[in-house]
């Protein structure tokens, strides 16, 4: 079987130690099983992406011995053609437009936090056609219509993390209760809901297995559907552990301390970086 997968950060500060863990992790089951390691750079938060920022990732992985194979994908390069992707689900009728507060929609368009669940829209604006979309208004998907359509199918995905190793089946009441109508985009403005972008990026890049931290487990349910609205395959996926600071939270960009760039000043070796998270000298 060939074995595709990514590495995916945001270009909005330095890799940290987490990061590292996650690209190690990537890049070793890879190369373990003779097949490929890319990178993708998700970069559609233009105020905070910076092209430094890009580079010294890029920096970081070199030194600690992470080739990626291929050209890198940049998700700013295709928001264009995932405006246009979205149009299908638009003329199958499983869009509304919503005009609930700025803050609230921009919060449902990032990757999550840790612990925060999502927030499930009670349908306030469901009953609006989509004619009478404003600029600036978010792009829902209608839950319900889009179990519907997709009524019959198995939604279902294979997990090999070590916290939920095994087949998991999408029970749609439960996505009905736990997830909702999730914003899809913001019509009009360059941003395009994460979970989205990254399926279609997993498509296109051929990805096989998503290695992800274990935070992201809970959007895999939306993706698989989402995957199936498109006619996209869905890739198994491998949510793993999370790399914490000394109080046991997980690592932020702003933790500066723990930064790559900081161990390398400081005359850490890759091997060092390694032992640190737990992994295995290559
Ligand atoms: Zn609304």
Not at 72 to 82: D, G
Not at 190 to 206: K, P, R, T, W
Not at 216 to 225: A, R
Not at 264 to 276: N, S
């Amino acid at each position: 079987m060939a074995f595709v997968t990514r590495f995916a950060p945001s270009p909005t500060g330095p890799l940290h130690l987490g990061h590292a863990y996650s690209a190690i992790l990537a890049h070793d089951m890879a190369r373990a099983a003779g097949g490929r390691f890319l990178l993708r750079m998700e970069d559609t938060d233009l105020e905070r992406c910076r092209p430094e920022w890009d580079a010294l990732i890029q920096e970081d992985l070199r030194w600690l011995g992470l080739a990626w194979d291929g050209p890198i994908l940049r998700q700013a390069e295709h928001i264009a053609s995932y405006n246009t992707r979205l149009e299908t689900l638009e003329t199958k009728g499983l869009l509304y437009p919503c005009s609930c507060t700025r803050s609230d929609i921009r919060a449902a368009l990032a990757a999550p936090q840790e612990g925060v669940a999502f927030n499930v829209y009670p349908g306030t604006c469901r009953h609006r056609p989509m004619e009478s979309r404003k600029s600036g208004d978010a792009l829902r998907l209608n839950l319900a219509a889009a179990l519907e359509s997709l009524a019959g199918v198995d939604l279902c995905f294979t997990e090999t993390g070590p916290a939920h190793s095994g087949l998991h089946r999408v029970d749609p009441d439960q996505a009905m209760r736990q997830i909702g109508d999730v914003v899809l985009s913001r019509k009009g403005e360059d941003i395009v809901a994460y979970f989205l972008a990254s399926s279609f990026d997993d498509a296109d890049q051929g990805i096989t297995h998503v290695i992800r931290g274990e935070d992201l487990f809970d959007f895999t349910p939306v993706q698989v559907i989402l995957q199936h609205l498109f006619g996209l395959p869905t890739p198994v996926y491998h949510h793993h552990r999370l790399i914490r600071d000394d109080h046991g939270k997980r690592l932020a960009k702003r933790d500066d301390a723990r930064a790559i760039r900081k161990y390398r000043e400081d005359g850490a070796t890759p091997a060092d970086i390694r032992r640190m998270v737990g992994l295995p000298s290559p």
